[in-house]
């Protein structure tokens, strides 16, 4: 089992920052890779970005260029850098953990308890 914890959300007006951190601890051989998710109001839950234990990145292509995902390996920490912060960010932040075989996600997800982002116009 893998115990994600997020943290870092808050309310914010437009074109302001934020940065998210989601610690992960317990069986952290299970994953390999980690992912901001965000769901808004009456929507699907989607993907924000992912990060492998490789660093390599991937972004939606509505926070390219403002937002950023790092990781910690020895901390078993991912982070999300929001800048330029738009009302359309409104939404839950759930980070995500689980593991790549290649280019497969295979295995069990993790999911942290989520933590809101609200942004003022």
């Known amino acids: 089992q893998v115990h994600m914890v997020e943290s870092g959300g808050g309310l914010v007006q437009a074109g302001g920052s934020l940065r998210l951190s989601c610690s992960a601890s317990?069986?952290?051989?299970?994953?390999?890779?980690m992912a901001w998710y965000r769901q808004a109001p009456g929507k699907q839950r989607e993907l924000v970005a992912s990060?492998?234990?490789?660093?390599?990145?991937n972004y939606a292509d509505s926070v390219k260029g403002r937002f950023t995902i790092s990781r910690d390996n020895a901390k078993n920490t991912v982070y999300l850098q929001m800048n330029s912060l738009k009302p359309e960010d409104t939404a839950v932040y759930y980070c995500n953990g689980y593991k790549l075989f290649g280019s497969l996600r295979i295995g069990h997800d993790y999911w942290g308890q989520g933590t809101q982002v609200t942004v003022s116009s």
């Open positions: 317990g069986s952290i051989s299970s994953i390999n890779a």
């Open positions: 990060i492998t234990i490789g660093a390599a990145t």
